[in-house]
């Protein structure tokens, strides 16, 4: 092939290739870089779980044995036995210390001796009034004779009664130097031990017995909630005078239900104007050993006040809070997130009362909260109401975390 045709075959595929280029740079400035909306994230929606409730008013209390005995040494001695071991169960006359009792022992027979005596002087001063009364009536006495010994023997009569008086007291201080247990209970640790002086100048305190069952559970009520329990008292007919028919349940510090059942045992006569709280006092069953329920603990007790019937609950989870309080991230017909501000009642099983703020309809969100952006839209997937977890199921935990408050 000559070369001038050869260059010019060069000269028409470059032209060619540069056409081609150019159509593509203009081909593909022509179309348009259009953005693309994600896809709306997905949440789980519920609806709340309707069903009947009990009211409650819920007080943190302390609970105390129905009966508590401080064991004092009542006379002085020196302690000569303990028979018991620290924390036993013991029963009402069972002994518990000895004081040594011989000081006392020798004062009981220096009493008898000399009530012995004044009553000696008592009957002889008595046969010798009426032996003067009888000769004063013959005229072989003088009156004078007669008063002495009327006087002599009513003061004999004084001595005798003050000397019996002296035994009784006696008998009374040895029987202190055996010291039984007043009631059935735990005794605590002993506080003096053996071989050391109690009763000097004190009532030594030398330990306590308490009764763990029942058990008293004593909290406050304020004014607003008295009269609450009050209008129910009246509208069920309970006298104020029998109010062991108003029942209480008792939760400890680690239970998250209320498994003990009592009844409300006593309820003082004012309201405290320094603090507007009415004091009152619960009485529980403590079956044991061992007791559950021990004195001193903080415990929780609530009062059932009403029936709720067709009550709104969501998992108390899923609730959020921020400055404008408690509030539920509920997805609208056009599945955007509203945050709804709302209103809430009692605890129950893990599940919260919404009493106002929330409709049946409502779709709340339950999984996928961090997701859910108020004013946003979200793919919702629909799932069933929540039911109660029971005190006797585990609880599940879940992994989705609680509604966070709102920028």
């Not at 169960?89 to 518990?96: I, T």
């Not at 210390?97 to 008595?126: M, S, W």
């Not at 045992?265 to 405290?272: E, G, H, L, R």
């Amino acid at each position: 092939m000559p070369h001038s045709n050869f260059t010019a075959l060069l000269r028409q595929a470059a032209i060619l290739i540069f056409t081609v280029l150019v159509c593509g740079v203009i081909s593909g400035c022509s179309e348009k870089n259009e953005y693309v909306e994600p896809p709306a994230p997905e949440v789980t929606v519920s609806k709340p779980l309707i069903e009947n409730v009990t009211e409650y008013l819920e007080f943190t209390g302390t609970t105390k044995a129905v009966e508590e005995i401080e064991i004092r040494a009542r006379v002085e001695g020196f302690l000569e036995r303990v028979d018991f071991e620290d924390g036993d169960y013991v029963k009402e006359g069972q002994l518990l210390f000895i004081i040594d009792p011989r000081p006392y022992e020798a004062a009981v027979e220096n009493a008898r001796g000399r009530l012995a005596k004044h009553k000696a002087q008592l009957e002889r001063a008595t046969k010798e009034y009426q032996r003067n009364l009888l000769l004063f009536k013959q005229n072989a006495a003088s009156e004078a004779n007669v008063v002495k010994w009327k006087s002599e023997m009513e003061e004999s009569k004084g001595t005798v009664l003050s000397s019996q008086a002296a035994l009784d007291k006696a008998l009374l201080d040895l029987s202190y130097c055996t010291i039984r247990a007043p009631i059935d209970g735990r005794v605590s640790r002993k506080r003096v031990d053996v071989g050391n002086l109690v009763g000097a100048g004190e009532f030594t305190l030398l330990t306590t017995v308490r009764k763990p069952d029942p058990i008293y559970a004593y909290f406050s009520i304020n004014e607003r909630d008295l009269l609450r329990v009050m209008k129910m008292a009246r509208e069920e007919g309970i006298p104020a005078d029998n109010p062991d028919r108003i029942v209480l349940e008792l939760a400890l510090a680690n239970e998250t239900n209320f498994p003990h059942e009592g009844h409300l045992d006593f309820a003082d006569s004012t309201v405290d104007p320094n603090t507007g709280t009415l004091e009152l006092r619960g009485l529980f069953p403590n079956s044991g050993p061992p007791y559950i329920i021990m004195p001193g603990l903080f415990v929780r007790v609530r009062l059932p006040i009403a029936e709720r019937e067709n009550a709104l609950l969501v998992n108390e989870r899923v609730l959020g809070l921020d400055q404008g309080g408690r509030y539920l991230l509920v997805v609208g017909n056009e599945n955007k997130v509203e945050q709804r501000y709302v209103k809430i009642g009692a605890l129950r099983d893990g599940m919260r009362v919404i009493e106002d703020g929330l409709k049946p309809e409502d779709r709340v969100v339950v999984k996928g909260i961090q997701r859910a952006i108020p004013g946003a839209k979200v793919t919702p997937q629909e799932a069933q109401a929540e039911k109660p977890v029971k005190a006797s199921e585990p609880a599940k935990e879940s992994t989705e975390p609680a509604a966070e408050p709102s920028k």
